[in-house]
């Protein structure tokens, strides 16, 4: 079964710093591009940061010089690494999976295959 478990949400000032984790499958790491997500309430899913197997990433442009986006093939996992945090990035952060992003980071949605359950980012100011 396919499994992407995300970690390491919380709450935190602004101006500080989270990691997020998300674990994935044996199975899913090796053939998938990952990327992640974030929506926030009343919002819709917006793009953060995707990353392909050979290591491209792309970045959202209202992440670019704070977020650093990662992956361990090793461990099967990738993490963002969210520093500056501002409260509009408060939001729930997913993982996801795409087949078709394995060569090329992708930014849309409906690209991706498998979600996480998502993990919750608060900033406060």
């Known amino acids: 079964q396919v499994q992407l478990v995300e970690s390491g949400g919380g709450l935190v000032q602004a101006g500080g710093s989270l990691r997020l984790s998300c674990a994935a499958s044996?199975?899913?790491?090796?053939?998938?591009?990952m990327g992640w997500f974030r929506q926030a309430p009343g919002k819709e899913r917006e793009f953060v940061a995707a990353?392909?197997?050979?290591?491209?990433?792309y970045y959202a442009d209202s992440v670019k010089g704070r977020f650093t986006y990662s992956r361990d093939n090793a461990k099967n996992t990738v993490y963002l690494q969210m520093n500056s945090l501002k409260p509009e990035d408060t939001a729930v952060y997913y993982c996801?999976?795409?087949?078709?992003?394995?060569?090329?980071?992708?930014?849309?949605?409906?690209?991706?295959?498998?979600w996480g359950q998502g993990t919750q980012v608060t900033v406060s100011s």
């Open positions: 990353i392909s197997w050979s290591g491209v990433i």
């Open positions: 044996g199975r899913i790491f090796s053939s998938y591009g």
């Open positions: 996801a999976a795409s087949k078709k992003a394995y060569n090329r980071p992708s930014r849309t949605p409906y690209e991706y295959d498998y």
